[in-house]
């Protein structure tokens, strides 16, 4: 019974991750930096990573390291390097990795849990599921590459004055 309310919240929070890093991700490819939405991004990013670790797995994978790796560069170029100079396209590059990866495990457990799609990939290594992350693969490093071209890491003076404004 606790597993099952334990993975419902997981499932909750991966959900919100996706949506909040899809909407990020369109502010990267709008040239925008939407700090809070970011912020919000990050941590339900962050949220799904720990709560994941407490389902039973098997052994370290080449994904789970990929996915700290890519969430820890992406906070790490967005607030500790504050985007300066290559730690710009740095933290884009990351952050759609870290998203890439939530909808990633997201495809599988659709495919794994939505009757129609189990039928059509019931051993998880059929042509359906192998086309749809493919395509998602494709759509995410398009995606990315825009969106590496367009972020913006420079703060727009209006942003700072306001800053300093609401700090008083």
């Known amino acids: 019974m606790m597993l099952k309310i334990y993975t419902s919240i997981h499932i909750v929070i991966s959900l919100v991750a996706v949506v909040s890093g899809i909407v990020v991700l369109f502010g990267m490819l709008d040239g925008k930096r939407l700090e809070g939405r970011t912020k919000f991004f990050l941590i339900t990013t962050v949220s799904t990573s720990v709560t994941g670790f407490f389902f039973p797995f098997h052994g370290f994978t080449p994904a789970l390291g990929t996915g700290i ?8 170029a967005r607030y500790v390097c504050h ?6 396209k ?12 939530n909808v990633f495990v997201l495809v599988v457990q659709a495919f794994l849990k939505i009757p129609a799609l189990k039928e059509i990939a019931p051993t998880q290594n059929d042509p359906p599921l192998k086309f749809t992350q493919i395509i998602v693969l494709t759509a995410f490093v398009v995606l990315g590459i825009l969106a590496a071209l367009k972020f913006r890491s420079e703060v727009p003076a209006g942003a700072i ?3 300093r404004t609401a700090r008083r």
């Open 90 to 101: 740095t933290y884009v590059i990351s952050a759609v990795i870290s998203l890439y990866l």
């Open 69 to 76: 790796i890519s969430l820890v560069v992406a906070i790490l």
């Open 161 to 163: 004055a306001s800053t």
């Open 83 to 88: 985007l300066a100079g290559a730690w710009s």
